[in-house]
């Protein structure tokens, strides 16, 4: 590994241009200098392609691949084929960077010769700002076996104690906010799998891809910040096949464990990973235009279908809020009205 390694930062856009410049800014003036901005147009029907352009006529290290429309994995997966660093990392194009990010990840990479550098970030909506972190220790380096038993496993889902904070449970699963040997990605094929076919692309591609990882480095920093007032997001939008994707997202999770022969402690989380699945299909459902009656039947059939049982009755419920514990006692007996009371009091404390 050279002393001062390429960086390829890959930025997939679509219908941005209110988000871009700020993005384009935090990643043209990092400290860092030896990077490439793989910037991947994905069919953007505004003016993002414009601003690109611009900035690209600035600076020569913004590359532009334009394409065919093929969502956030394919635009992802474009952006890869085209890399040439010795390290990968992912921005989405309405979030953006600290400008000291690519330079202290680098630098945690090369001391301790990782694989995999993960922090955390700050979700941003307006005025209000809230930390989302990884892990609550500080600056931590994983050695092989805790990268399959802390991190890979827990990519799988929350298990145990770590049940106490559910709402952090994403705060892992990103594939941005993390900083990966790139020879990794490329000599073991890790590829994202469409979003629009799993309905959320990013777990199952660090679980792929951590499979492979010797040690890891958690910085205790939150270098990223994901725009949450991005009224033009898919999480905005009601999503019909939401329901089904995730099934396929479980059913890849499950092959995972069972091609690779891990034990009961992958197969716990995944489960739980199931049951805390009733937040964002209940969210989901919220966002739904029908009427109370319609929602609460769409929850019925939800909270009652088989795999989700199972998963509600195997829930480890001694370690969640009280509140969470509510919900999910709701969710295992069948009581869709409760549920559907508290999807009210969650949207509306999210909104």
Request: with cysteine; hydrophobic share 40%; charged share 25%.
């Amino acid at each position: 590994m050279p002393d001062n390694p390429l960086i390829s930062i890959i930025v997939p856009v679509y219908n941005v241009e209110d988000y871009l410049t700020k993005c384009l800014d935090s990643l043209v003036n990092q400290t860092y200098k030896n990077i490439e901005i793989i910037c991947v147009n994905d069919e953007s029907p505004d003016d993002s392609y414009v601003i690109l352009d611009k900035y690209a006529k600035l600076d020569k290290r913004i590359k532009i691949i334009n394409q065919k429309n093929q969502g956030l994995s394919g635009a992802r997966n474009t952006g890869m084929k085209n890399a040439s660093g010795d390290y990968v990392m992912f921005v989405d194009s309405d979030d953006w960077i600290d400008l000291n990010t690519c330079e202290s990840a680098v630098n945690a990479a090369l001391k301790n010769s990782a694989d995999l550098v993960m922090w955390s970030y700050t979700r941003e909506s307006g005025e209000r700002s809230l930390e989302k972190l990884m892990f609550w220790d500080d600056n931590t380096v994983f050695e092989a076996d805790r990268v399959k038993n802390t991190i890979n496993r827990r990519l799988c889902g929350l298990l145990g104690e770590e049940l106490s904070r559910p709402d952090y449970a994403n705060a892992i699963e990103t594939a941005w906010g993390k900083l990966y040997r790139f020879s990794l990605i490329k000599d073991n094929n890790v590829e994202f799998i469409s979003e629009r076919t799993i309905g959320t692309e990013d777990a199952l591609f660090n679980i792929y891809a951590t499979k492979y990882v010797n040690r890891a480095v958690y910085l205790k920093k939150s270098f990223n910040h994901y725009r949450k007032n991005n009224n033009t997001s898919l999480t905005s939008n009601y999503k019909s096949k939401l329901f089904k994707q995730w099934q396929c997202l479980f059913d890849h999770i499950q092959a995972y464990i069972d091609e690779n022969n891990l034990g009961d402690s992958f197969r716990q989380s995944l489960s739980n990973r199931i049951a805390l699945s009733l937040v964002g299909l209940g969210l989901n459902v919220m966002q739904a235009d029908c009427s109370g009656k319609q929602k609460r039947k769409m929850l019925k059939d939800i909270i009652t279908y088989d795999r989700n049982k199972k998963a509600y009755r195997a829930l480890q419920f001694g370690f969640l809020p009280i509140h969470w514990k509510v919900f999910f006692w709701g969710a295992k007996h069948g009581l869709s009205f409760i549920v559907y009371m508290l999807l009210i009091v969650m949207k509306k404390i999210i909104n």
